[in-house]
């Protein structure tokens, strides 16, 4: 029975996986729903086609759809190794049935081979891919957190304008603006301290790009396994048969 070749069709174009269910994402992100701010950037978003929180959360910590449109692509490519290894295999097992003599056995040493090599640059590119799963991951959540945090900044400094309007209002009172001065004071205190937690997710992310650069780096050396396997010199040379 013929072996039928591997289909190139296997390799799609990639596509970003959400990192969590969105049943899931809705439920953490409940918090958000009480924000003024979140549902002021959702109108911003329906009129001008963008929400500037998510895009200055992409700007300190990327885009995690690269991210995960890469491990897509590494998923399909070891799948296709696979398909090929056992394809090879299947198609050996066939060759050789019946087959002997020292070709045979060069033959079929070259095969295993190179059915092995391709063995271990799947595994190698599998553990590439799962890199760049959890990696995406951390871009996501972070960015998830980044938005968060400048609603959240967003808010209070909404709180402050508010607070000075009103401070303006009452100031004449005198008692006004010493309440008013003190509530703004400990706003502007807030807001600083919100926008620091900003700052330190953007540290977070840069930790995850170093691990990330580290451990891919690593990977990277053991994919030079298919090199090891060059396509025979030249035709088997049998002595006993006359040239």
Known sequence: ???????????????????????????????????????????????????????????FAGDWNGMARAEDAFAELVEFESALVANVEAATTEMFHGWTGEAADAARAYFAQLSQALAEHSEAIKSIAREYHNTAYGVWAICKSVVSTLEMLADILIGIALDLAATALLSETGVGLVVGGAIAGYLAFKANSTWMKVVDLHGKMINFVYAFSGVSGSLVSTLHGMTEVPLPGAPYDNKNVPS
């Not at 899931?24 to 001008?48: G, K």
């Open 1 to 59: 029975m013929a072996v039928e070749p591997i289909s190139a069709a296997m390799l799609t174009n990639p596509e970003p996986e959400q990192p969590i269910p969105k049943l899931a994402d809705e439920i953490m992100s409940i918090p958000d729903y009480i924000s003024p701010s979140h549902w002021m950037l959702i109108a911003f978003n329906t009129i001008f086609g963008f929400n500037p929180a998510e895009e200055a959360a992409k700007w």
